[in-house]
């Protein structure tokens, strides 16, 4: 515990002395070669003019003769930002860059943090709408429940990009991915298995949506929030009828026996236990997990601390143990999901993503580790080779379905994305190597002794 608080210190320091030092993670730089002044008559006037007359002409060319095509806006009003809250638009920038710097690592995707000072879900409505013909997907990010649910829902009905909220999605995609190999290390089978979502929030509401597509039986779930476990009989129902719809209406299709009381009566024969509610270990207790089914499997996916330690999830009996941290085996990381989610639907110049393309994504993840075991359930942000291949499945999924403006195989897909992320990885670290990026090391140093 101590050494926790110490690193997440350490951690804090050394971010606002690079925040301070760099002025910002990304930047625009050309990517075409200007040898001369004269190079503007082409990508500006008097050229460009044919360009712009083409798209006119067919406003789907946007996506072959600009950067459109590889641009992402990564929208949020400021409202629930990590474990900090509303801390609004201003305080969420450095968030939304580092978010940004991510999906371009791993992605080979440039995304544009946009903070927004509105007050409203019509003024979000308005202004990703006004923004749609600059970008090629919307990532939402970072906003208060349950306005994050209706955002989603009606953008993903009026746009024709792709739009994804990483909180509900990229959280309910990993979790699928981890929970399956889960599975196969247990002996068990997803129509059999009965889960408890600790926590209703955007990202547990979002991943019993994802489990009833993914084929486990949405009976069989069951979710509990601050005044117990969801059943239609709750006294509030009517109230998140009208309030929650979203919640209403898992409430009416999950827990079919009509199981009632909190967490404790929720988890008594329970196979699996998925947390998202309460950064305190101990929130989940140990008697809990042992009331469980045989070999448990538990995610306590709280940040930065889980609701209970893995030794002592280990020690009440659990088999495989998973929560979102990267200092133990199995972290649950959106990062194993955006950057490759979006270079599919990307390359693919889709018109949006859905359950099905979700699914797909997370059955990939899942299928990179070749031998499930206790403590390897999903891979890691180092496995580079993964992100191409989920980038290739979603895209020809996209295909399949009928989602993509560019239709391909699964390998010309991969030979697309392994191409883009490839060279994204050369330019940066040949920049590094030259000196154009600095290594922050001596930067931390100097700013301590200042």
């Known amino acids: ?218 009976g069989k779930i069951i979710l509990v929030d601050s005044h117990g476990i969801l059943h239609p009989e709750r006294e509030d129902m009517d109230s998140l009828m009208i309030n929650h719809p979203w919640k209403y209406d898992l409430a009416m299709k999950t827990n079919s026996e009509r199981i009632k009381g909190g967490a404790e009566e929720a988890l008594k024969g329970a196979d699996i236990v998925i947390s998202a509610a309460k950064s305190q270990p101990g929130f989940i207790k140990k008697e809990w997990i042992r009331s469980m089914n045989r070999d448990p499997i538990v995610f306590a996916l709280a940040n930065p601390l889980p609701e209970i330690w893995p030794n002592d999830a280990k020690e009440a009996g659990a088999s495989v143990v998973a929560t979102g941290r990267g200092d133990f085996p199995n972290q649950i990381n959106n990062s194993l999901v955006f950057p490759a989610v979006f270079r599919g639907v990307l390359d693919a110049r889709a018109k949006g993503v859905n359950m099905d393309v979700m699914v797909t994504a997370s059955n990939e993840i899942a299928a990179f580790v070749k031998v499930p075991s206790e403590d390897h359930i999903v891979p890691s942000m180092n496995d580079w080779e993964m992100y191409p291949q989920v980038a290739a499945a979603v895209a020809a999924k996209t295909s399949e379905i009928g989602l993509a403006r560019k239709n391909g195989t699964r390998g010309q897909f991969l030979s697309i994305a392994t191409d883009i992320i490839e060279e994204n990885r050369r330019f940066y670290q040949k920049a590094f190597d030259n000196g154009l990026i600095k290594d922050f090391r001596g930067v931390i140093e100097v700013g301590k002794k200042n």
Not at 153 to 171: A, M, R, S, Y
């Open 1 to 218: 515990m101590e050494k926790e608080f110490s690193d997440t210190a350490k951690y804090n320091e050394a971010a606002v002395i690079v925040s301070e030092s760099y002025k910002g993670k990304t930047r625009v730089i050309p990517k075409v070669p200007i040898r001369d002044l004269s190079d503007f008559s082409i990508y500006y006037t008097p050229g460009i003019a044919e360009v712009s007359r083409r798209i006119a002409a067919d406003p789907g060319m946007s996506f072959e003769l600009t950067g459109r095509w590889n641009s992402v806006a990564i929208l949020t009003d400021g409202t629930r930002v990590l474990g900090l809250g509303n801390v609004g638009p201003h305080a969420a920038m450095p968030v939304m860059e580092g978010k940004a710097l991510i999906f371009n690592y791993l992605g080979g995707v440039n995304a544009v943090p946009i903070t927004m000072m509105i007050r409203s879900s019509d003024e979000f409505m308005a202004v990703a709408r006004a923004l749609e013909p600059s970008f090629g997907g919307y990532n939402l990010e970072d906003i208060e429940s349950p306005k994050c649910f209706f955002l989603l829902q009606n953008l993903q009905k009026e746009l024709n990009i792709p739009v994804w909220h990483d909180d509900q999605l990229g959280t309910a995609s990993i979790t699928l991915a981890g929970l399956t190999n889960a599975l196969k290390v247990t002996g068990r089978r997803r129509e059999d298995s009965w889960i408890v979502l600790l926590g209703s929030g955007a990202a547990n509401i979002a991943t019993a949506t994802l489990l009833g597509s993914a084929g486990f039986d949405l």
